[in-house]
C-alpha cells in the first residue's frame, strides 16, 4: 500500500491507466479531498518488473504534481 | 481592462513568445481577435496536426518551447498525434485549446470534447483554465513544466467564456506567484566515482549518446569528455549532432537501422556509457542480447523512471546530462585512463559502407540523391525528415553538427511530420538553410503546407523521395510477409511539380542519377521555396537492418539469395 497526496485528483486515474498499461491490477484504491489537495491510497498487484516500472512512474508524476500554479 | 484571451497574449509574450502555430475555430475566437492587433505573430497552418508539428520543429532546432492553438472539439483533436509525438520525444511543446463556455462544459455542447481527458496520458500535465484569475499562473506552470528537467508537453484548455471575459472584476484578489524552482537532480559523488572506476578498469569501453543531449545543451560537453576518454563514440537517432561527424571515432547511429560497426561495438564493449538515452526498442532489439559482453552500464539520465526500465544498469546518474557529463570529465582529470586507441581503431575501422541495393540504371537512386545532398548543404542547415525509409537513409548520412539541426520524430514515428517541423525551424531561424526530406506518402499528409510556405514567404527546401510506394512497410512486407503488398503501392501518385506551382512554389522533376547534382544547385541558389520532386527507383531498400526483436547477430546487409 502506498499513500501520496497530490494536487491534482486526476492523476489516480491517470496512474490506473498506467497500471493497467503495464499488465498490473490494482488491488485497492482509495481517495479523499484534504483542504485544496488529495490523499490517495492504493496497492496493486503484478510482475516485479512492472511494479517497480509503476513505482518509478508514480514517483514522477508526483514530482510534476508539485508545479503547481500558486 | 484586458480580456482573458489579451491576458493569454501579453502572457505568452512575458515568457519569451514572438511566433505561434495555429488554426482559429468558434470556441477559440476571442484569441484570435485578441491576436489581430497583437506583436506576437501567428503562423496559419492548413491543419492543426501541423500546428503542432510545427510548434515541434521551432521547439526542437531552438531547445525553447514551441506553441500551438487550436479551437475545441476537432480542432483539439487534431492536436493529439504531435502532442503524444512531443511527449516521446520530450520537446517542449505548449498546446492552447479552445473550449466551450464553463457553463455547457459537460452537455456535449457543440464542438466540446474533453480534450484534458483525452490527453491526461499523454502530456505532463494539462490545465483546464475555468476563471480568468488562473490563466496567467496556468501559463507559467505549463512553461515551467513543458521545460522543467525531462521536457515535454503541457495543453491549456481555455474556455471561450473566460477568454472573453474582463480581467477588472475577478483579478482584483489574485497574487500570482511563481511556485519555487525545482532543483534539478545532480549525480551522486559515489556514483560518479563508480563510473570512473569503471572506465579505468575497461578494456572496451563505448559512449553511447542520446536524445538527452540535446534538451540539457550537452553536445559540447560531451564532445570534450569523449575527445579526453579516448573511446568509440555511438549514437541514437535522436543523439545525433552531439557527436562530432567529422570524429574518426564516431561510429554513427546504433540500433534497427544502424552503421553495422556501430552494433557491433555495442556487442563487443565491456562497459558501456548510455548518456541520456532510454534503450528503446529500436536501439536495443532483443533487451536480452543487448551488449552482451559488457559487465557494466552507466546509465546517465534526467529521469529516474528510465533507469533498469529496459536495460539493468550496474551504475545510474540521476541528474541534468550537461552537469553529470561535467562532473565526470572533471573527475576523470584527476584519473589516469588506459589507452583506447587500439579498440577504437578496431572498432572504427570496420565497414566503412553502408550497405545498398543496386538500383537499376535508369532509376534514381534515393541513396545517391542523399549522399550528394548532404555533400552539399551548408554546415549550418537544419534537415527535417518525415517518417519511414527517407528518415533512416537520412540519419544514416546525415552530418549534422549539432542535434537541433536534425529534426525527426523519433519514438512515435509520425508521418506528416516533416514539412510542418520544417516550417517551425524556418521561422525560428530564418536566416538559415531548412531542408524538408520527406516520402511521398508522409508528404501528403501534409501537402497542404505548401500553402504555409507561400503565405509566409518560408524558404523551406523539399526534397520528396517519391518510390511511388510506402516504402518502409513494403520493405517489412518483402522481407517479413512474403511479398504480400498489402496496401503499400502509391502507383497513382499525383504530379508533385505540377502541385507544388499550383502552390506558387517553385519545383523541379529529377528523375536519373545525371541530374542530382545541378538539380541540388539549383536549389541551393534558390532564394524561396522550393520542392525536387525525385523519382526514384520503388524498391530500394534500407540496408543493414536487424530484424525487429533480434539482435546484432541477425543483421541483415541485403535480401536473403
Known amino acids: 500500500m502506498r499513500t501520496v497526496t497530490a494536487n491534482d485528483g486526476r492523476i489516480l486515474a491517470r496512474i490506473i491507466h498506467l497500471a493497467h498499461r503495464f499488465g498490473c491490477t490494482y488491488t485497492s484504491v482509495a481517495s479523499e479531498q484534504l483542504g485544496a489537495a488529495y490523499r490517495m491510497e492504493f496497492a496493486f498487484a503484478g510482475p516485479g518488473d512492472a511494479l517497480r516500472r509503476l513505482d518509478a512512474q508514480i514517483t514522477k508524476l508526483l514530482d510534476d504534481d508539485r508545479e503547481t500554479m500558486e | 481592462m484586458r480580456t482573458g484571451a489579451a491576458i493569454v497574449l501579453d502572457t505568452l509574450e512575458s515568457l519569451g513568445v514572438e511566433t505561434v502555430f495555429g ?101 505532463k500535465r494539462n490545465i483546464v483554465v475555468r476563471s480568468i ?81 540535446r534538451w540539457s545543451g550537452a553536445t559540447e560537453v560531451f564532445r570534450a569528455l569523449a575527445a579526453h576518454i579516448g573511446a568509440p563514440v555511438a549514437s541514437t537517432l535522436h543523439g545525433l549532432g552531439c557527436a562530432d561527424p567529422g570524429d574518426p571515432a564516431f561510429l554513427g547511429m546504433v540500433g ?59 551504475i545510474t546518474l540521476h ?14 582529470a584527476r584519473v589516469t585512463l588506459p589507452s583506447f586507441e587500439e579498440w577504437c581503431n578496431a572498432a572504427c575501422a570496420r565497414e566503412e ?70 516550417i517551425g525551424a524556418q521561422i525560428a531561424h530564418p536566416g538559415r538553410m531548412v531542408v524538408a526530406v520527406v516520402g511521398d506518402g508522409g508528404f501528403q499528409m501534409s501537402m497542404a503546407e505548401l500553402a504555409t510556405l507561400r ?25 517479413f510477409y512474403s511479398g504480400r503488398y498489402s496496401a503499400t503501392a502509391l502507383p497513382d501518385n499525383p504530379e508533385f511539380t505540377t502541385i507544388a506551382r499550383a502552390y506558387g512554389i517553385e519545383s523541379r522533376l529529377v528523375d536519373n542519377a545525371n541530374a ?5 544547385a539549383r536549389m541551393l541558389e534558390s532564394p524561396g521555396p522550393m520542392l525536387l520532386h525525385c523519382a526514384c527507383f520503388p524498391h530500394e531498400n534500407v540496408w543493414p537492418i536487424i530484424p525487429s526483436g533480434k539482435s546484432v547477430d541477425d543483421l541483415m546487409e541485403a535480401l536473403p539469395a
Not at chain 2, 516 to 520: G, H, N, Q, R, Y
Open chain 2, 23 to 123: 488554426y482559429p475555430g468558434g470556441a477559440i475566437m476571442p484569441l484570435y481577435d485578441a491576436l489581430y492587433d497583437h506583436r506576437i505573430t501567428h503562423v496559419l497552418v492548413r491543419h492543426e496536426a501541423a500546428a503542432v508539428f510545427a510548434a515541434s520543429g521551432f521547439a526542437r532546432s531552438t531547445g525553447r518551447p514551441g506553441v500551438c492553438i487550436a479551437t475545441s472539439g476537432p480542432g483539439a483533436t487534431n492536436l493529439i498525434t504531435g502532442i503524444v509525438d512531443a511527449q516521446m520525444d520530450n520537446v517542449p511543446v505548449i498546446a492552447l485549446t479552445g473550449q466551450v463556455r464553463t457553463t455547457v462544459m459537460g452537455t456535449d455542447a457543440f464542438q466540446e470534447v474533453d480534450v484534458a481527458a483525452i490527453t491526461h496520458q499523454v502530456t
Open chain 2, 133 to 213: 484569475d488562473q490563466i496567467e499562473p496556468a501559463l507559467r506552470a505549463a512553461f515551467r513544466l513543458a521545460t522543467g528537467e525531462r521536457p515535454g508537453p503541457v495543453l491549456v484548455d481555455l474556455p471561450t467564456d473566460v477568454l472573453r471575459a474582463f480581467e477588472e472584476e475577478q483579478r482584483q484578489a489574485t497574487v500570482t506567484q511563481a511556485s519555487p524552482v525545482r532543483e534539478c537532480p545532480r549525480a551522486d559523488a559515489q556514483s560518479l566515482d563508480a563510473a570512473v572506476a569503471a572506465l579505468q578498469g575497461a578494456k572496451r569501453p563505448l559512449l553511447i549518446i542520446g536524445g538527452g543531449a
Open chain 2, 256 to 314: 534497427m537501422h544502424g552503421w553495422k560497426r556501430a552494433n557491433l561495438a555495442v556487442a563487443n564493449a565491456d562497459v558501456i556509457f548510455a548518456l541520456g538515452m532510454r534503450f528503446d526498442d529500436r536501439v536495443t532489439g532483443d533487451p536480452t542480447k543487448f551488449a552482451p559482453n559488457a559487465h557494466t552500464i552507466v546509465h546517465a539520465d534526467i529521469d529516474k523512471a528510465e533507469f533498469n526500465k529496459v536495460v539493468r544498469a550496474q
Open chain 2, 319 to 332: 541528474g541534468d546530462l550537461r552537469e553529470t557529463l561535467a562532473a565526470l570529465d572533471h573527475r576523470l
Open chain 2, 353 to 422: 559502407q553502408l550497405p545498398r541495393d543496386d538500383t537499376r540504371h535508369d532509376h534514381l537512386s534515393a541513396t545517391d540523391f542523399l549522399d550528394a545532398l548532404f555533400a552539399a548543404l551548408p554546415q549550418d542547415a537544419i534537415v527535417a525528415t518525415d517518417v519511414g525509409q527517407h528518415q533512416m537513409w537520412a540519419a544514416q548520412r546525415v552530418r549534422a553538427s549539432h542535434p537541433q539541426h536534425f529534426l525527426t520524430s523519433g519514438g512515435l514515428g509520425s508521418m506528416g511530420f516533416g514539412l510542418p517541423a520544417a
Open chain 2, 455 to 479: 503565405r509566409h514567404e518560408l524558404p523551406v527546401k523539399i526534397i520528396l523521395l517519391d518510390n511511388r510506394n510506402l516504402g518502409m512497410v513494403r520493405q517489412w512486407q518483402e522481407l
Open chain 2, 516 to 520: 542530382i547534382d545541378a538539380a541540388i
